[in-house]
């Protein structure tokens, strides 16, 4: 095994592969290197994936019901923590032209009590259960299902919910319990899971919606969803309903801009973005140090070494050459466990949470890529005083 | 200075200091360890520095080697000033030059044969297996055949001075360095390093500058300088 990395990096760096022959030299040394790298790498990779996980359960909000343009109160940086809207803005809207359909959007968290102890808050969705464009495409055709009172869709991924409790629901042989000591009858379900901010989702008329949530009112709904005629620029509608509407009251935009300033917000002001944020950067800050640390104390422990091979002629680059080599060994041997014990605590932290966490491509290269960046800008700062120094000294 | 046309008929001094002058600290601690030390070496000579301990041969021997930067006073190595020198032209002198020194500095994880090749890939890699050729060559010269893919942990101290000498003369050097290379030598290896040396120096033409304190060695010696508080204070040269 030894042998033919040292046989292939021969090959390929056209020279003897003298950071890999020292790095194995003192396995000791290479295991603890490798047991920083790869730590660090795990650090980096949950943080991401608790980070990942964040932006699609913000996401997948937005994915709960569909339009072209939204209004939102002015204050509203998310779906839920904004004022609510007044009802008039859709009937201004309807007035503009290029808008061709709206309902209003209502969204509160439900606490679900069980009979068996357990308890789940329920993201609920509520719309006007004809406006069927306005639903997501998983609810689309069966919208009106909801027109009765009371009728709801519930997630079935529900956290804390026994994986079977809500299978083979339909209207005709619906799933009926309490929500707020209102029955409800649950005549299908949805396929979402738990985010940060609740364990589930429910989908309801909006009739249905002021029923379970009495001190809500018909006239003041969370957002008002819009539809744009065929063959116009949602943008032009956009720019319209801004010059009627109110600025200091509301605001709009088109659903995908919305649905990425949330989570821009997210990740950059709210706490939890911010900390996981932080916490990638120290899972980068502890890989440097540690790969710093053993590229350092080799280039330390091989100073008499390296001064030989400069008093033969060796110029610095080639010794910047030993230490960027065991850097990218370095970053390349620690990411691959690294990689693999995060992509098992996914799908730990995944069964545990409900949360949405899975590695991706773009992830991994990515976190590769830092790697060997940071391992080499260490090992570049390892050779600095080798650089300064007459071979004279340093024997 | 002018040149001393009785030694001329061997080609042009590899090396010649003049007026070198050699501080080591800064301020307080700021002393002088060579003073005005003008020497004039001849091609394919066997040169010894000797002296008592302190008194500037390993500083001689590393100004002329350019391993350190020059101070004060010139030094003309293979017909190139060092004084002020750039890092690009001292890279490429050193490659003309062949160290050994007291301590062997092999690299620990390097086998012996690959040790010795380091002396050759510093030229290029057109074709490593007849470098490791050579490097397997230059060990046997040595009586090293059966010691070629040993890590030098496991080699004993004359060994390994052996495998750095080997390192030093494989990629036939204009002028071999040595700091007391026999130090860690018993007095027979010690004898037998030095008789190696000189014999590739007749056969090579290679210039040899050797430090050393070891007595037995005084007579193999074409010309033996002493020095006594960083200035010169003996030269004589003999006929072996
Ligand atoms: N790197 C150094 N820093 C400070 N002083 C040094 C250094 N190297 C040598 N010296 C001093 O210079 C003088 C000559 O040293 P050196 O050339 O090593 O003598 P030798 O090789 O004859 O024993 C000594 O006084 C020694 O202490
Ligand atoms: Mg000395």
Redesign the pocket.
């Known amino acids: 095994m030894t042998r033919s990395i040292a046989s292939l990096l021969d090959a390929l760096l056209g020279r003897m592969p003298i950071g890999w022959l020292q790095l194995s030299h003192s396995r000791g040394r290479l295991l603890a290197a490798l047991a920083g790298v790869t730590f660090a790498n795990i650090l980096v990779f949950v943080q991401l994936g608790i980070l990942g996980a964040l932006n699609q359960s913000t996401i997948s909000s937005y994915d709960m019901f569909d339009g072209d343009i939204m209004i939102s109160s002015s204050d509203a940086n998310t779906l839920t923590d904004g004022s609510n809207v007044a009802r008039t803005r859709m009937f201004e809207a309807l007035g503009v032209p290029g808008v061709k359909d709206a309902t209003p959007l209502f969204i509160a968290n439900l606490e679900w009590q069980r009979e068996d102890g357990n308890a789940s808050t329920l993201q609920t969705i509520a719309i006007d259960p004809e406006k069927t464009e306005f639903a997501a495409p998983e609810v689309t055709a069966r919208l009106t299902d909801l027109r009765l009172q009371n009728r709801v869709f519930v997630d079935r991924r529900t956290r804390g919910l026994p994986a079977d409790a809500l299978e083979n629901v339909s209207p005709s042989e619906p799933y009926v319990f309490e929500l707020n000591g209102t029955t409800v009858w649950a005549v299908g379900t949805l396929d979402v899971g738990g985010g940060f901010a609740a364990d589930g989702s429910l989908y309801a008329s909006d009739q249905t919606f002021l029923t379970l949530f009495p001190n809500r009112s018909s006239s003041a709904p969370n957002h008002i969803l819009l539809s744009v005629e065929d063959g116009i620029d949602p943008e032009v509608v956009v720019e319209r309903l801004r010059d009627v509407l109110p600025a200091d009251s509301v605001k709009v935009d088109r659903k995908a801009a919305m649905a990425s300033a949330d989570l821009t917000y997210q990740t950059t002001e709210r706490p939890t973005g911010v900390i996981f944020g932080f916490g990638v950067i120290i899972g980068i800050i502890v890989g440097v140090v540690i790969v710093y640390q053993v590229l350092s104390t080799d280039v330390a422990d091989h100073m008499s070494e390296y001064a030989t091979f400069k008093a033969i002629g060796y110029p610095q680059k080639f010794f910047l050459g030993i230490v960027i080599e065991e850097a990218v060994i370095l970053a390349v041997l620690g990411f691959i466990p690294g990689l693999l014990v995060s992509v098992g605590l996914y799908a730990l932290m995944s069964n545990v949470t409900g949360l949405p966490m899975s590695m991706d491509v773009l992830r991994g290269a990515s976190v590769l890529v830092g790697t060997i960046l940071a391992c080499s800008i260490s090992g570049a700062l390892a050779t600095r005083k080798l650089a300064a120094a007459d071979p004279?000294?340093l024997f | 200075m002018p040149r001393d046309d009785r030694r001329n008929d061997i080609g042009p001094s590899p090396i010649v200091a003049q007026g070198l002058n050699h501080w080591?600290?800064t301020g307080e601690a700021r002393?002088q360890?060579?003073h005005d030390v003008t020497v004039e070496i001849d091609k394919g000579s066997l040169t010894i520095l000797m002296?008592?301990?302190?008194?500037?041969?390993?500083?001689?021997?590393t100004l002329m080697g350019c391993l350190r930067d020059v101070q004060e006073g010139s030094v003309t190595l293979l017909g190139s000033e060092l004084n002020g020198a750039p890092e690009v032209l001292q890279v490429l002198l050193r490659r003309r030059l062949g160290f050994i020194f007291q301590a062997h500095n092999l690299h620990g994880s390097l086998t012996a044969a690959q040790n010795v090749q380091m002396g050759l890939e510093v030229h290029g890699r057109a074709d490593p297996g007849r470098q490791r050729a050579a490097a397997v060559h230059a060990l046997s010269i040595l009586g090293l055949d059966d010691r070629v893919d040993y890590l030098p942990a496991n080699l004993s101290g004359g060994q390994k001075q052996r495998v750095a000498i080997a390192r030093a003369m494989v990629s036939n050097p204009d002028i071999v360095f040595a700091?007391e290379p026999t130090a860690a030598l018993d007095k027979v290896s010690g004898t037998n390093v030095v008789r190696i040396l000189k014999e590739l120096g007749r056969q090579r033409g290679t210039t040899t500058v050797m430090?050393t304190h070891d007595n037995r060695i005084l007579e193999m010696a074409d010309r033996i300088i002493t020095?006594e508080e960083?200035r010169i204070v003996d030269d004589k040269r003999q006929t072996a």
């Not at chain 2, 002296?51 to 021997?61: D, E, Q």
Request: glycine share 22%.
């Open positions: 004279a000294d | 080591f600290g002393k360890a060579i002296g008592p301990s302190g008194s500037g041969k390993t500083t001689v021997l700091d430090v020095l960083g």
